[in-house]
Every structure is written in structure tokens, then in C-alpha cells.
């Protein structure tokens, strides 16, 4: 399957965040899986890209037109460049079956939240998978929950993606998703 993660690109994130995506990648490449990713090569991003390289997984890099300099350097075995970070965002949730966001700053909100109005707005539903690790996303989820009991958002929207907090439960996420057919 081709698996969109979405996490940050900065290099000043802590050691700890870069090593649980370079775990997430080997399990993902390990099990054949093929990364879609928005094109950078550093912070959790690049690492990421090169944990697949090591693996010997296959890469999609997708980035935005003024990034093409940065993913045209990777060695990605396909790729694509969209004229802004929108169609980028659009572009990263075509080319996947799976969507995993990890931990990350705005960008990696916006994609998390663009990839969710996709889904509900969409005729394809991908399956979307909040890494909620060392419950970083735990804040946001109590937020949205309010949002829920204040009915700016339904059930339906808070249902339209899965949490996991480790790859055992990511592991045991994408057996369900395979086991309902989602995947």
C-alpha cells in the first residue's frame, strides 16, 4: 500500500520524535509498504525518507513548487511538484491509500486537517491514522472533543480518523482497517 506520513520537517525537533518516525518508517517499509512523503530531507521528514532508503522501500517525494530544488536532490523513485502547498496537500492525499500523521508543527496540521475535509468531502475515503505518541495529540483531541459538545463538528467528523499512540497499535490499526476492508 502507498502510505502518506505526514510529520515535521524541522530540524530542531527533539531527538526522541526523529527516532519514533525513523521506527515508524522501518516498520512500514518492513511490511512493504511504499512512502508518500512532502518531499524534504530533514527533521522527522528526512528521516523518514532515509530510514526507507535503508530499508530498501520504495519513495514518492511531492513537493511544492518552490521546494522542487530540495526534492529534485533525493534520490525518490518517483515524484511530483504542485504549483502551491494546497495542491500539495491534494496531491499527498491522491497518491496514498493510507494516511499517518506524526507528531508536527502548523504544516503538519494543515495537512491533518485538509486530509480529514478530503475525506468527508471526497467520493475516495482513505483511512486516516492520528500517531497520537507520548499523547502530543492529546491536547488537540480534548479540543476537538469540545467542539463536538459545543456542535461545531459531529460525530461523523471525529470518526473519520483513527488514533494510535505506538507502532504495536498502529500494527493492530492497519490488521482492523485490512479486516473491514478499509484497506
Known sequence: M???????????????????????????????????FGGFDHGMMGKIFMTYKYEGGKTKGIASVEDAEVLESLEVDASDIAANTFERTKKLYEAAEIVIILPGGLGTLAE???MIDYYRTGRIKKPIILFNYDDF???LLEYLK???????????????????????GLNFCLKELKVKGEI
Open 146 to 168: 469540545e467542539l463536538y459538545d459545543s456542535r461545531f463538528v459531529n460525530k461523523n467528523d471525529l470518526k473519520s480518523f483513527n488514533i494510535v499512540k505506538d507502532v504495536d
Open 2 to 36: 502507498r502510505v502518506f506520513v505526514g510529520c515535521s520537517a524541522s530540524d530542531s525537533v527533539d531527538s526522541v520524535y526523529k527516532d519514533m518516525a525513523s521506527e515508524v518508517a522501518t516498520y512500514l517499509a518492513k511490511e512493504g509498504h511504499k512512502l508518500v
Open 137 to 139: 495529540y492529546t491536547p
Open 112 to 114: 491533518f486537517f485538509s
